[in-house]
Structure formats: structure tokens, C-alpha cells
């Protein structure tokens, strides 16, 4: 991977190429964990590319390829949801769920462990985009607050906010409360 | 201490991203409802964790796609690196000619003078 970002570094087309057709996979999952649609994922994946062809000097290798890219993901994802929230801002709104709030009670099914990351799946598909977009960068992909918060165009304190609010209604979901328990978000 | 006001203590704490004050840490240690918020708190960020490698296939055309914007980008750099080089030597031209026309106009000045003087 090194070597193929330093070729394109030197402006080897093939090169980029190939750094494109290792990673796209990868990106493409990222953008449609955090857009939650497979068109809207297509079109920050070109983007991304795009963004990252043109900026390739600017990337210095002192993070992974594949961390830079990731970054630069999640800045276009924002830049496009933003986008769409000026069109259709309902679906932006943060107290919109549009899932099942308590997707499975089957007791059997909670136990497996796949069956688990298939709810998950669904969880996150309904958390709003902007908390799905802090926690997928945070939790599952592990960037700092920081990276986070920069990429994102939002403070420290925000994104760490939007990040306590996304796994309270996540645990909500995956282990809901039997009736005459509270719980706070 | 009531439980709700810890929530956010022990997602954080459970995530690597805080710890718990002493106070804290002894009413979880008190609290089964505490403990077992941690425990879902784990199962939760655990499971996350998993999704790293859990990858979505695009539908097929993707990669030609990218690879066709790629291209065209490249091809629109070309042209512009192109039409600034044309650019830098018109200017190079024009700046030389300039120049030229000004020694030119100098030289004839000073002979203009010189015949003046021994005229």
C-alpha cells in the first residue's frame, strides 16, 4: 500500500488506480453506514476519491492510507447530508426514528450473538444521521474526538454529546427495559 | 447518587473514553441496574467493533464509475496544466518582446542624442 500511494503520489495514474480498487469496498461500507442509503453511499464515494486524488499531496503518511480516505469520507458524507437536509429536512430531524423503537423481544433470537449485529444494523440505519455518523466514525472505525469533530465541522463537546446520545438510544434498542423501568437519554 | 445521572459515565467508561470518580465507581459497585449498563454498554460497543470488518458490496458498476470520474479529473488537470504552460510562455514572449522594444527605443534614443550633440 505504501509504495502504490507513493507512486501515486508521483502522479502514477495506474497507481491511484490500484489504491482505488483495494480500498473501494471498504470506503463504499463506511459511506453507507453513514448516509444509511446505497445511492447517497455511491456519490460520496466518488467524491471521496475524487477529493482524494486532487489532495494526494497534501496526504503526508503519517496516518494510514486507508484512515486519511476514511476521513475524508466522513467530511463528504457531511458535506452531502447537509446537503439533503436543506432539500429534505425531515429526514434530518434528530427526533425522527423511523424504525421500530423496539425492533425484538424474542429472547431466543437476543441471545445470538449474529442475530445481535443484524439488529445493530438496523439500529443504526434508524439513529438520525448526524448521531449515526459520530458513533460509526467513533466506535466502529475508532478515529479520535478530534478527527471526529474536524471532519464532521462541529466542537469537541458536540460530537462527544451526539456520541453519548447515539449509544443511549443504540442500548435502548438492542436491550430494551422491561415495563416499570425508566431510563434516561 | 441516582443511576440516571451515571449514563453517561459509564458509556464513556465502557468505551475507553472516561473513568469513574470514586464516588462513582463505589455506587456501581453497590448498583446491579449500574452493572448491568455497564455489561450492555460493552456488549454494545464490542458488537460495534465487529462491524469494522463487516463489509457492504456495492452494487456492480461502482469501481468503473470511480475509475471514469478519476479520469475525467485527470484529463481536465492535463488540459489545465497544458493551457498554463501556453499561458507562462505568452507571457514569456510578450515580457521579452517588451524588452526588446525597450532597448531597442533606448539604443535609438542615445544615438539620436549622440548625433544631436556632434551635429
Given at each position: 500500500m505504501t509504495a502504490l500511494v507513493a507512486a501515486a503520489k508521483d502522479g502514477d495514474r495506474a497507481a491511484f488506480d490500484e489504491l482505488v480498487r483495494s480500498t473501494y469496498v471498504e470506503t463504499y461500507t463506511?459511506?453507507?453506514?453513514?448516509?444509511?442509503?446505497?445511492?447517497?453511499?455511491?456519490?460520496?464515494?466518488?467524491e471521496a476519491y475524487l477529493r482524494a486524488y486532487r489532495g494526494l499531496d497534501r496526504f503526508r503518511g503519517d496516518a494510514q492510507f486507508s484512515?486519511?480516505?476514511?476521513?475524508?469520507?466522513?467530511?463528504?458524507?457531511?458535506?452531502?447530508?447537509?446537503?439533503?437536509?436543506?432539500?429534505?429536512?425531515?429526514e434530518l430531524d434528530?427526533?425522527?426514528?423511523?424504525?421500530?423503537?423496539?425492533?425484538d423481544h424474542d429472547p431466543e433470537l437476543r441471545a445470538d450473538a449474529?442475530?445481535?449485529?443484524?439488529?445493530?444494523?438496523?439500529?443504526?440505519?434508524a439513529l438520525p444521521p448526524k448521531l449515526r455518523a459520530v458513533v460509526v466514525l467513533r466506535d466502529v472505525y475508532d478515529l479520535p474526538h478530534e478527527t471526529i469533530a474536524a471532519?464532521?465541522?462541529i466542537s469537541e463537546s458536540?460530537?462527544?454529546?451526539?456520541?453519548?446520545?447515539?449509544?443511549?438510544?443504540?442500548?435502548?434498542?438492542?436491550?430494551?427495559?422491561?415495563?416499570?423501568?425508566s431510563r434516561a437519554v | 447518587m441516582q443511576c440516571e445521572d451515571l449514563s453517561g459515565a459509564l458509556a464513556a467508561t465502557a468505551g475507553g473514553d472516561g473513568t469513574l470518580t470514586r464516588?462513582?465507581?463505589?455506587?456501581?459497585?453497590?448498583?446491579?441496574?449500574?452493572?448491568?449498563?455497564?455489561?450492555?454498554?460493552?456488549?454494545?460497543?464490542?458488537?460495534?467493533?465487529?462491524?469494522?470488518?463487516?463489509?457492504?458490496e456495492p452494487a456492480p458498476g461502482l469501481l468503473a464509475d470511480i475509475l471514469a470520474t478519476i479520469e475525467q479529473a485527470g484529463e481536465r488537470q492535463a488540459v489545465r496544466s497544458v493551457l498554463s504552460g501556453r499561458r507562462i510562455a505568452y507571457l514569456g514572449g510578450l515580457a521579452a518582446a517588451t524588452a526588446?522594444?525597450?532597448?531597442?527605443?533606448?539604443?535609438?534614443?542615445?544615438r539620436t542624442r549622440r548625433a544631436r550633440l556632434a551635429g
Open positions: 463506511l459511506a453507507h453506514r453513514l448516509t444509511g442509503d446505497e445511492e447517497d453511499a455511491r456519490d460520496v464515494v466518488q484512515t486519511w480516505l476514511y476521513r475524508i469520507t466522513a467530511n463528504c458524507a457531511a458535506t452531502h447530508l447537509g446537503r439533503r437536509s436543506r432539500h429534505r429536512h425531515d434528530e427526533s425522527t426514528g423511523g424504525a421500530d423503537q423496539h425492533p449474529d442475530d445481535l449485529r443484524g439488529r445493530l444494523r438496523a439500529a443504526l440505519d471532519e464532521l465541522g458536540a460530537a462527544k454529546v451526539r456520541l453519548h446520545r447515539a449509544r443511549n438510544k443504540l442500548r435502548d434498542q438492542l436491550f430494551p427495559r422491561r415495563e416499570g423501568e | 464516588a462513582e465507581r463505589r455506587h456501581v459497585e453497590r448498583c446491579l441496574r449500574c452493572q448491568a449498563e455497564v455489561v450492555q454498554y460493552r456488549k454494545l460497543l464490542r458488537t460495534l467493533r465487529t462491524l469494522r470488518t463487516d463489509v457492504l526588446a522594444g525597450a532597448a531597442g527605443a533606448l539604443v535609438y534614443a542615445t
